[in-house]
T-cell receptor, first 113, second 113 residues
């Protein structure tokens, strides 16, 4: 079975500052890794995904994440946040041979002016 | 192209009543998933259809929940009778094939009072 831990339930950050949202996962099999974002009053949107290959993955809106197999982490980063990045961010995994997505509890990103 | 559409967006019902949620996937997507987020907790998988067949229903909480996907197009999720703990946001997602991007709807917020 797989599990995902998002270490911070809320992260406040000043506008134009960098941000890192932390995610650790646990799995006994190979997995795909995802970050989803939910903007206020909207559905879940895929931000980026890691399937294989380069461990640094670039996504939409200037976000990137790095897969670290030894630390079983997949932290999300952005060098400079904007007020429009205010949202809830979900780290997720799915086993390579499974379509079911296992989500973390989410991290609310608050952008301070 | 239309995205995944869910109806209704909100539903408030009394304990013991019946509610039916509907999901219209993206046209041509054989895979359809239901997920649920109970307040304060993670988004949890409920079940997975491939066309009209249930591929995996391991996440269905109990027999008060019935999901159908007649004709392999739209899907319904019926809760009968609803209990207080069924309150939450129900998400539907669809994907074209295995291990391809899943697109999520905006969710149905169900409140049982």
């Amino acid at each position: 079975a797989q599990s995902v831990t998002q270490l911070d339930s809320q992260v406040p950050v000043f506008e134009e500052a960098p941000v890192e949202l932390r995610c650790n996962y646990s799995s006994s099999v190979s997995v795909y890794l995802f970050w989803y974002v939910q903007y206020p009053n909207q559905g879940l949107q895929l931000l980026l995904k890691y399937l294989s290959g380069s461990t640094l993955v670039k996504g939409i809106n200037g976000f990137e994440a790095e897969f670290n197999k030894s630390q079983t982490s997949f932290h999300l980063r952005k060098p400079s946040v904007h007020i429009s990045d205010t949202a809830e961010y979900f780290c997720a995994v799915s086993a390579v041979r499974d379509d079911k997505i296992i989500f973390g509890k989410g991290t609310r990103l608050h952008i301070l002016p | 192209e239309a995205g995944v559409t869910q109806f209704p967006s909100h539903s408030v019902i009394e304990k013991g009543q019946t509610v039916t949620l509907r999901c219209d996937p993206i046209s041509g997507h054989d895979n359809l998933y239901w997920y649920r987020r109970v307040m304060g907790k993670e988004i949890k998988f409920l079940l997975h259809f491939v066309k009209e067949s249930k591929q995996d229903e391991s996440g269905m909480p109990n027999n008060r929940f019935l999901a159908e996907r007649t004709g392999g197009t739209y899907s319904t999720l019926k809760v009968q009778p609803a209990e207080l703990e069924d309150s939450g946001v129900y998400f539907c997602a669809s994907s074209k094939g295995r291990n391809t991007e899943a697109f999520f709807g905006q969710g149905t917020r169900l409140t049982v009072v």
